[in-house]
C-alpha cells in the first residue's frame, strides 16, 4: 500500500470546500483511498468522513492508497495537497 504524509499549506486545511475537493479528486480513482490523522483513518471519498478529522493549516495527514491505480492516485492527492487545494492563498512556508 503506497502512502505519503503531507502537511496541509492552505488556510482552512480540510474544510468544506477543500475537503470537498480531496473527495471529489480521491473518488475519481479506482483506487481505495483514505486519509489519516492523529491514528484516524477515514475514507477519503468521503466529504463527511474527511471533514470529521478536523484537519487545520500546518496540519500533517497521511494519504494512503492500495488496489488499482494506487500509485497514480496517490501522486495526484499529494499534488493536489501540496497545490493548496484549489486555494490560492496556500503557503509554502507553511
Known sequence: MPET????RNATGLHARP???FAKAAAA?????VVVKD???VNAKS????????CHRGDEILIRTSGED???ALSDLVALV???LGESN???DA
Open 5 to 8: 504524509a503531507v502537511t496541509l
Open 47 to 54: 466529504v463527511l468522513s474527511v471533514l470529521t478529522l478536523d
Open 82 to 84: 501540496e497545490a493548496g
Open 90 to 92: 496556500a503557503d509554502s
Open 29 to 33: 480513482w479506482p483506487a481505495d483511498v
Open 39 to 41: 491514528g484516524r483513518e
Open 70 to 72: 494506487a500509485d497514480a
Open 19 to 21: 475537503a470537498k475537493i
